[in-house]
């Protein structure tokens, strides 16, 4: 199972830095299917070029704020309609916990919550070995299995797209 969608397309995008047809691609895809890991990919693909991609240093010149936008956009949209979904809370409560506030401080906290959701709802044992990972503070994680949490990761994260490979660098040891 794993968290974020990747093909052939998004691959030829990302190692070209272009990111701005990946949005595209993954809402027009996300119209058409209703797939909850198109979702997921939309938002965590937003968040990432907006805050942690490398957009700045890229072949092309981005306006970061068109990312912060469709970040907020699907946020809100998962908000309303898809707390009840494990991959969605998992991504959205990630984002927001980190970067929410860049949304509105209220986003921030919303982030905890979703993460604090996702445990209780998530039949997933990976998903559910991740967010209490995240949600123990540095002290306690030490006492987590890390050969646990590196098969977890290589079960969701499987592939060497962008999301993937920042998860597998925050969570694999």
């Known amino acids: 199972m794993s968290i974020f969608f990747y093909n052939d397309i998004i691959s030829k995008y990302e190692k070209e830095s272009n990111y701005y047809?990946?949005?595209?691609?993954?809402?027009s895809m996300s119209e058409k299917?209703?797939?909850?890991?198109?979702?997921?990919?939309?938002i965590g693909a937003s968040w990432y070029y907006f805050m942690e991609g490398d957009v700045n240093q890229a072949p092309i010149n981005y306006d970061w704020q068109k990312f912060l936008?469709?970040?907020?956009?699907?946020?809100?949209?998962?908000?309303e309609k898809y707390t009840d979904n494990e991959k969605i809370c998992f991504v959205l409560g990630y984002t927001l916990d980190l970067h929410g506030f860049c949304i509105d401080e209220s986003y921030?906290?919303?982030?905890?919550?979703?993460?604090?959701?996702?445990?209780?709802?998530?039949?997933?044992?990976?998903?559910?070995?991740?967010?209490?990972?995240?949600?123990?503070?540095?002290?306690?994680?030490?006492?987590?299995?890390?050969?646990?949490?590196?098969?977890?990761?290589?079960?969701?994260?499987?592939?060497?797209?962008?999301l993937d490979?920042?998860?597998?660098?925050?969570?694999?040891k």
């Open 21 to 27: 047809p990946i949005i595209e691609y993954l809402e």
């Open 33 to 42: 299917t209703k797939d909850d890991t198109i979702l997921a990919t939309l």
């Open 69 to 79: 936008i469709k970040w907020k956009q699907y946020v809100d949209l998962s908000l």
């Open 108 to 162: 921030c906290k919303k982030g905890k919550e979703l993460m604090k959701r996702c445990f209780e709802i998530t039949t997933t044992n990976e998903i559910k070995i991740l967010v209490e990972r995240f949600l123990l503070n540095p002290k306690k994680q030490k006492a987590l299995n890390q050969s646990k949490i590196n098969d977890a990761c290589k079960k969701l994260f499987p592939t060497d797209s962008i």
């Open 165 to 172: 490979s920042y998860f597998k660098k925050i969570y694999m």
